[in-house]
Antibody, heavy 119, light 106 residues
Framework: ELHLVESGGGLVQPGRSLRLSCAAS????????MQWVRQAPGKGLEWVSG????????GYADSVKGRFTISRDNAKNSLYLQMNSLRGEDTAFYYC????????????WGQGTLVTVSS | EIVMTQSPATLSVSLGERATLSCRAS??????LAWYQQKPGQAPRLLIY???TRATGIPARFSGGGSGTEFTLTISSLQSEDFAVYYC????????FGPGTKVHIK
């Protein structure tokens, strides 16, 4: 059975950094691109970033470009999102997602981890 | 950036009725369009990709259509478990989502 389990969320002050992790199991991790998608509480979905199976293709939403970095470790079946210079508008549930491509549709979603940026 | 819009914002439907949801792209996305369903407190679930291909395990009452800039999601006979928020997503460029349509019970 497929599992995508996010961790690393929490309360952080504006301007600080946070690193999210996603542990994947139940599928061949390095066969798939992966993405991060976020959702502010009570709001809609926003694509954040995507990475191809071999890390050769990476993309970011304009809202996070230059501040967030996506990466993966296929040996550890893990996906990461390094978030720097955090702002209040980054407050959201962050979903790890198994995707058809770095910038394609999502096949499967994790349950999300909440990041709250506040002083 | 491709901007996605959805209409209506909310849709009131009775059990067993047909529901048609619309999605529009600010420029052509060909058939690179997906639909997702999200229930309260849950992660989204893929329903349709490639504008009209149902994902694994999705009932046949869900169907998608359209290409270019105009798309529809049709639920032929609403069941109680279908009341949710539905999002469209283009992936012709880096992905972007529509604002969602909330389907609730009339």
């Amino acid at each position: 059975e497929l599992h995508l389990v996010e961790s690393g969320g929490g309360l952080v002050q504006p301007g600080r950094s946070l690193r999210l992790s996603c542990a994947a199991s139940g599928f061949i991790f390095d066969d798939y691109a992966m993405q991060w998608v976020r959702q502010a509480p009570g709001k809609g979905l926003e694509w954040v970033s995507g990475i191809s199976w071999d890390s050769g293709s990476v993309g970011y939403a304009d809202s996070v470009k230059g501040r967030f970095t996506i990466s993966r470790d296929n040996a550890k079946n893990s996906l990461y999102l390094q978030m720097n210079s955090l702002r209040g508008e980054d407050t959201a549930f962050y979903y790890c997602a198994k995707a058809n491509g770095a910038g394609s549709h999502v096949w499967d979603w994790g349950q999300g981890t909440l990041v709250t940026v506040s002083s | 950036e491709i901007v996605m819009t959805q209409s209506p914002a909310t849709l009131s439907v009775s059990l067993g009725e047909r529901a048609t949801l619309s999605c529009r792209a600010s420029e052509s996305v060909s058939s690179h369009l997906a639909w997702y369903q999200q229930k309260p407190g849950q992660a989204p679930r893929l329903l349709i990709y490639g504008a009209s291909t149902r994902a694994t395990g999705i009932p046949a009452r869900f169907s998608g259509g359209g290409s270019g800039t105009e798309f529809t999601l049709t639920i032929s006979s609403l069941q109680s478990e279908d009341f949710a928020v539905y999002y469209c997503q283009q992936y012709n460029n880096w992905p972007s989502f529509g604002p969602g349509t909330k389907v609730h019970i009339k």
